[in-house]
Each structure stands twice: as structure tokens, then as C-alpha cells.
């Protein structure tokens, strides 16, 4: 992975975040590049999305630099979903917040499979639906820089292969794209960089095949827990 500093690149430098006398992310260095697919992987409670929001300016950081695009759409949690308004209505106010063109708003429905529900209210839809609608609303405004915590929750497998080839067609057209994901076949599907997060330190940082490469298996799985201990995902 690139470490030459860029407009179009989300850094992270030398991260520390406390919660009262607890480091809970030291030394942390991350990037995501144009054109490249990054995943972070980690345990749970590695500091993978504290990291995130610290980047993003979302956590106060006690240490280090950041830098992010102008451009920057995000997506962690529910993706601030309103169960009284419909897709279209979400997306619809994503965009005016933005300053966006309203006339976008269908073409994004449509990307992410939901022009048959664009009516339907968000506190009717399944899980993976609202999960749809909240990642329309995170393409709004051509980003340049999609960060994305969790994307396939809620997805069935079907939903999750879609995920990959929605998130390998936006960094073709040169976004960089930083997601966090549980499951490590999904991150060996679509990834094209890796941090392994464990322990709020940096265990590894970049591309797939290399992380890969140092085991005999040439397996992301192997790979991960040669990296953190065995700990539970």
C-alpha cells in the first residue's frame, strides 16, 4: 500500500486514543488508496471502528494526524435510517444535505437493487434492505472516499456477493473504499489491502496476497490468526 501523501487518500499517522487512562489505539498507521479496496480486520473490541471515527474526527484523538478527502461519505451503524420516511425520502434528504442534486437520488436507489421498494416506508423493509438503502445514501455526491463499518450486516450471502461487486466497481472508478468486516471469506473476496487490527495495535498492513503469502496455505484465515493470537472474532 502507498504511503505518498495525496488529496484523494484517507491517512492515518501515529493514532492514540484513551478513554481515561486506558490506551485503546497506540501507534496505530493506516491508508486507504484510490482504486483500492481496504479492509480492516480485527477481534472484537480490537479498536477497528474506534479507529475509524478517530480518523474521521467522530473520537478525539490524543495523538497523531489525519487526512481524509473533502469528500468523504460515511456509513456506521444503521446509517441514521428514519422508520417513518421511505427510501427515496432518505436518500432524498442525504442528498439535500449534501447539496446534491436531488435528480441522483433513483440512479443511487437503483445501483443498490431498491427501485421496487423506492416507496416503501424503512420501518417495513427486511434488514438487508434498510442495509441497502443506508449504502444509497453513502454514494451520494460522488465520493471520493467511502468508509463503510460493517457494510454487509443484515445482508443475506446473496447480498454479500452484490456488496463485493458494488465496492470492486466504485474503487474501478477510482474511490478509495474502507470497510471493516467479521467475516474473512467476505474480506478475501473484495479486498485488495488488509490492516489486521488486534489489541488496539497494527498488526499488519497491506496488500492481500502478501498477508496471504506468509503461510503455507496461502489462507486470509490462517494468515489472520497467525496474526492475532487465535483471538475470537
Not at 86 to 103: F, W, Y
Not at 155 to 164: Q, T, Y
Request: net charge neutral; hydrophobic share 40%.
Amino acid at each position: 500500500m502507498t504511503t505518498t501523501r495525496t488529496d484523494n487518500e484517507f491517512q492515518i499517522r501515529g493514532l492514540e486514543v484513551r478513554y481515561g487512562a486506558d490506551r485503546v489505539v497506540r501507534d496505530m498507521n493506516l491508508s486507504a488508496a484510490p482504486g483500492r479496496v481496504t479492509c480492516v480486520l480485527g477481534p472484537n473490541g480490537a479498536g477497528k471502528t474506534t479507529t475509524l471515527r478517530a480518523g474521521l474526527g467522530l473520537v478525539r484523538r490524543h495523538a497523531g494526524e489525519c487526512q481524509r478527502p473533502d469528500r468523504t461519505n460515511v456509513l456506521l451503524d444503521d446509517g441514521g435510517l428514519i422508520p417513518g420516511l421511505t427510501v427515496r425520502q432518505h436518500v432524498t434528504a442525504r442528498a439535500l444535505s449534501a447539496g446534491v442534486p436531488t435528480g441522483c437520488v433513483d440512479d443511487l436507489i437503483d445501483t443498490v437493487g431498491m427501485s421496487g421498494a423506492a416507496a416503501m416506508k424503512i420501518g417495513r423493509c427486511s434488514m438487508g434492505m434498510k442495509r441497502r438503502t443506508a449504502l444509497a445514501a453513502a454514494l451520494v455526491g460522488d465520493p471520493q472516499l467511502v468508509v463503510l463499518d460493517e457494510p454487509s450486516a443484515g445482508l443475506d450471502p446473496e447480498g454479500i456477493r452484490w456488496l463485493g461487486t458494488l465496492l470492486r466497481g466504485l474503487a474501478r472508478q477510482g474511490v478509495a473504499v474502507l470497510t471493516t468486516t467479521h467475516h474473512l471469506a467476505e474480506a478475501a473476496a473484495m479486498t485488495d489491502d488488509v490492516a489486521v487490527i488486534a489489541g488496539g495495535t497494527l498488526r499488519f498492513s497491506g496488500p492481500l496476497e502478501e498477508m496471504t503469502s506468509g503461510t503455507t496455505s496461502g489462507s486470509l484465515d490462517d494468515a489472520f490468526f497467525a496474526l492475532t493470537g487465535g483471538e475470537a472474532r
